[in-house]
Every structure is written in structure tokens, then in C-alpha cells.
């Protein structure tokens, strides 16, 4: 009589695995290995692709390096010369830098309220809240005065400018302020307050005609002085921050031109 084997476990039987299926898994992870693998090349070259790439992407970031916005052509310069014309029989037209900050945003209304043209120039950065400077562009859109987003350094932006629009003034107020932030980033107060004074004063000096120029100092160039009020005559020869050192080296430049 002929014997057969029988499961140990009633109602089930041994199977050998087929070597069908065998091959379709491993053709499943050749397929899994090769597209991971692809994966992982494209996030590569998205993510790690050298900074000299030739691409346009990386021209745009290289020639926005200095936090300024794309400008020219018709429309843009049609909002620059409207917001600079003057409205008033004896009024200027002045450029306003850092006019989306407190003071600036002030002086560039009261300018535009009595007639004068006015431009603003600021580069928005992230000292505090940029929603707040956003907010007095929009205050000051509404007045008639157009903030071009640019960075004093950018001297070919300046340039720009004054070729547009003959600016019988400037009123530089665009500064890198506080005290305790220097301890934090100390270059962005030579950027601004030294480099910057610098840019504007060299393209007001070769502009013709010659805008007036009014700075605004600090009160921090007094140092550790303790008299108040102040005044003029009091010593400014003791910084106590780099942010006074830098204000009152722009002091010192202003001098010299």
C-alpha cells in the first residue's frame, strides 16, 4: 500500500515556492532599488547643484544680492517720475532713504502734503517686523508716494535714480539702528551706516544738478555723557556702541565732502 504524507496541521499543506514567484520578487526590488536611486539623484542635484551654475535662477540670486528688487523699463519709471513730480509752484523734489521706517514714513508724507515730489528708497529689511514698513508703503501709496525696495550700496540703482528724476534734495535717513544688535550682526552697521553714507554721498556729489543733502546723526554719538540736554559742543569722542561709532564716523565723512 502506497504511503502519503500528510500535514501535521489538519486542513493545510506544505508548498514549495515556486521559482516564478522568486524571480518577480527580485525583479520587484531591482525595480525599487533603481528608482530610488533616481529619486535620490534628483534631490541631489536640486539641493546640492554648485553655486556657479550658470542658470538664470542663480544669476537672478547673484545680481539681487543686495537685497535690491528688479527695476527699470517704462512702467517702473513712470512710477518713480510720477511720484517725484512736484505739485507746488516753489516746491522740491526730494529722495527719501529708509522712508518705510517711523521717521521716514512721517517726513515723506508731510513732503508730499505741501507739494513736493517725493521718492522713497528702502531696502525693507528684517531689523523688526518688515510687516510694519510694509504697512506705511501702504499709508504712503495711498498718499501718492512710490518706495522703490533697493539698497543704498546699490549704486547702480542710485544712478538710476537721478537719471530719472533730478532731485533737488535727499533726505538720508536710511541707517542700520540699535545698540544691542550690534553684538549680534556688527557688519550690517558698516554696511549701512558707513558704506551706505558713503555710496549716497559719492552719487549726489557726481549728479547734476547737486541735490542738498540732509543727514540724519544720532543722539548716541554723546556717548556716556550724562549732561542733558545735549548739545553740539558736547564731546562725541567716546562711543559707547558700535552702532555711535559707526553714526559718528558719518559724521566725520559728511565733513570731508
Not at 166 to 176: D, R
Not at 190 to 214: T, W
Not at 226 to 252: C, I, M, N
Request: net charge positive; proline share 5%.
Amino acid at each position: 500500500m502506497k504511503h502519503i504524507d500528510t500535514p501535521s496541521t489538519p486542513g493545510k499543506f506544505k508548498m514549495e515556492k515556486s521559482p516564478y514567484n522568486r524571480l518577480r520578487m527580485h525583479s520587484s526590488l531591482a525595480k525599487l532599488t533603481f528608482w530610488s536611486l533616481v529619486f535620490l539623484g534628483l534631490i541631489f542635484m536640486f539641493f546640492f547643484r554648485s553655486p556657479s551654475s550658470s542658470s538664470p535662477f542663480t544669476s537672478d540670486l547673484n545680481r539681487r544680492s543686495l537685497r535690491t528688487n528688479s527695476y527699470g523699463g517704462p512702467a517702473w519709471e513712470k512710477r518713480v517720475m510720477t511720484s517725484a513730480k512736484i505739485r507746488s509752484r516753489n516746491g522740491i523734489s526730494v529722495l527719501v532713504t529708509g522712508a518705510a521706517g517711523f521717521v521716514g514714513t512721517h517726513v515723506s508724507a508731510a513732503l508730499k502734503r505741501r507739494g513736493d515730489g517725493v521718492l522713497g528708497l528702502d531696502n525693507f529689511n528684517e531689523y523688526y517686523d518688515p510687516s510694519l514698513k510694509r504697512a506705511r508703503q501702504a499709508l504712503l501709496e495711498r498718499t501718492g508716494v512710490y518706495i522703490v525696495e533697493g539698497d543704498i550700496n546699490d549704486v547702480a540703482l542710485l544712478n538710476k535714480l537721478f537719471d530719472i528724476v533730478p532731485f533737488t534734495h535727499v533726505m538720508h535717513l536710511a541707517a542700520q539702528a540699535g545698540v544691542r544688535y550690534a553684538m549680534e550682526n556688527p557688519s550690517s552697521y558698516v554696511h549701512s551706516n558707513i558704506a551706505g553714507l558713503v555710496s549716497v554721498l559719492e552719487v549726489c556729489k557726481n549728479a547734476n544738478p547737486q541735490p542738498a543733502i540732509v543727514w540724519a546723526s544720532s543722539s548716541s554719538v554723546y556717548g556716556l555723557n550724562t549732561k542733558v540736554p545735549f548739545s553740539e559742543k558736547d564731546r562725541t569722542d567716546q562711543p559707547a556702541s558700535l552702532y555711535a561709532a559707526t553714526k559718528k564716523a558719518g559724521e566725520e565723512i559728511a565733513h570731508t565732502l
